[in-house]
């Protein structure tokens, strides 16, 4: 996964959904980047839960991009999002 250890150890909480939308295509990037931060605004979670979750809106090329990354690559969910833009 690319994901580090830490990012991965990370529980996710049984109470919470996640978000609802899904990643279709690159000429939506910005405004599922926006959708998702409105919907994770209420979880109140860390860093780590926020790259977890937003890898489940991942499908398509979007998710074999996610899941090509080097294993370990990712530490933070900033560089998780800076990563999605490119």
């Known amino acids: 996964m690319p994901f580090s250890q830490a990012i991965m150890d990370t529980a996710l909480p049984t109470t919470s959904l996640g978000p609802k939308v899904t990643f ?5 990037l910005e405004a599922h980047l926006i959708a998702f931060h409105t919907q994770m605004m209420f979880t109140r979670g860390s860093g780590a839960l926020y790259c977890k979750l937003l890898m489940s809106t991942l499908a398509g090329a979007a998710l074999e991009w996610c899941v090509s ?3 370990g690559h990712i530490t933070t969910f900033n560089q998780f999002a800076t990563l999605f833009r490119e």
């Open 69 to 71: 990354l080097p294993d």
């Open 24 to 28: 279709t295509s690159v000429e939506e």
